[in-house]
């Protein structure tokens, strides 16, 4: 009899709903994203889907098979996971030809006098708000990443 109440205790307990607030994105899912999203690239050889949205903060994927803008965010940290391929992350610096696209969005097609680091699978990566950064993805590769995006104000 202890042993059926302890069962049921049990499968009550791993078929619970999740409590509110809590989302899971498992790797297989997060990885999978790549294949997906390559078939959605625009001009820009670019494509994301946002995950979801929580007012102070947001989640995202993106895959990238060029070169993005340079970017500057006056109120928002980004933090990159990176999920396949490889690119170079060029941070700090100025921004080129600097112009705003959106509300405390700027962006530039380079960055001049920044640092350059390789990222490949399972990196994590935090850029600050206010600090200048840009993927360069070689010719012939590509690199998709979740990116959570935080409001720094």
Partial sequence: MRSLALFALCAAILTAADPAGFVMWKGPELRGFEQKLALKVD???MASETLANYGNHSV???HREASGEAEFHETQADLFIVQ????TLIVG???VEPRTTAPHEIRGPSIRDGVSKRIGP???VHIAAKTPHQLVVADGQQVTYAVVKINAE
Avoid at 84 to 87: D, H, I, L
């Fill in 43 to 45: 001009q820009k050889k």
């Fill in 60 to 62: 995202m994927v993106l």
């Fill in 84 to 87: 396949s391929g490889e690119a």
């Fill in 93 to 95: 610096g100025t921004v």
């Fill in 122 to 124: 399972g990196d994590v």
